[in-house]
């Protein structure tokens, strides 16, 4: 499983607070992504990062934020968690260019 | 931008039977293709890639840039297929990695 991990798996909070999910990876991978799982969705990207201290916006990046400041770990903030972002979020990593990306487990967040 | 669509979110077909699941894209470039499936319980995991041009577990992908389409497709449907199956997209500076919205495979018998 390409040694990913996510943490929390899952977590339950309260609307108004702010949440971060863990990516931790052990493969020296250069590429980090977070997206969000939703029936009728799909995978939307979140964020990505393309080395330590750099990250891009993906698709539906209003409300999170990221931050990589080492190769292994790659942190997802919800600054003030809203209901609409109850979702399954994963971590995926990739080495380079037209390689395979490995996914987490996932983390299933709820806010009520 | 980048953009996949996937536009069945359900394909329910008979075991033996043929599947093809579609997948359209958008992209200014050249662009690279994969297929992702996810199994009950499991993670998310690579299927086939458009470059390798390989077989993996019956399926087979064919990227058509001037329809953009990359339908994965199988001649004998098994029980052991039905999952969810995502098409991706990667391109960009930063190898940004866009996914559909996914189809869901159901092999009855």
């Known amino acids: 499983d390409a040694g990913i991990t996510q943490s929390p798996r899952h977590k339950v909070t309260e609307t108004g607070t702010p949440v971060t999910l863990r990516c931790h990876q052990t493969?020296?991978?250069?590429?980090m992504y977070w997206y969000r799982q939703d029936p009728g969705h799909g995978l939307r990207l979140i964020h990505y990062?393309?080395?330590?201290?750099?990250?891009d916006k993906g698709e539906v990046s209003d409300g999170y934020s990221v931050s990589r400041s080492k190769t292994e770990d790659f942190l997802l903030t919800l600054e003030s968690a809203t209901s609409s972002q109850t979702s399954v979020y994963f971590c995926a990593t990739g080495v380079e260019w037209n390689t395979e990306a490995f996914f987490g487990q996932g983390t299933r967040l709820t806010v009520v | 931008a980048q953009r996949v669509t996937q536009p069945e979110k359900l394909l329910s077909v008979f075991k033996g039977a043929p599947v093809e699941l579609k997948c359209n894209y958008s992209y200014s470039g050249s662009p690279e293709l994969f297929w992702y499936v996810q199994y009950s319980r499991q993670r998310l995991q690579l299927l086939l890639r458009h470059i390798s041009r390989e077989s993996i577990k019956g399926f087979t992908a064919d990227l058509n840039k001037g329809e953009t389409s990359f339908h994965l497709k199988k001649p004998f449907a098994q029980e052991e297929d039905s999952a969810m199956y995502y098409c991706?997209?990667?391109?960009?500076?930063?190898?940004?990695?866009?996914f559909g919205t996914g189809t869901q495979l159901k092999v009855e018998l």
């Open positions: 990062s393309y080395g330590v201290k750099d990250t």
């Open positions: 493969e020296n991978h250069r590429y």
């Open positions: 991706a997209l990667q391109g960009g500076g930063g190898n940004k990695l866009t």
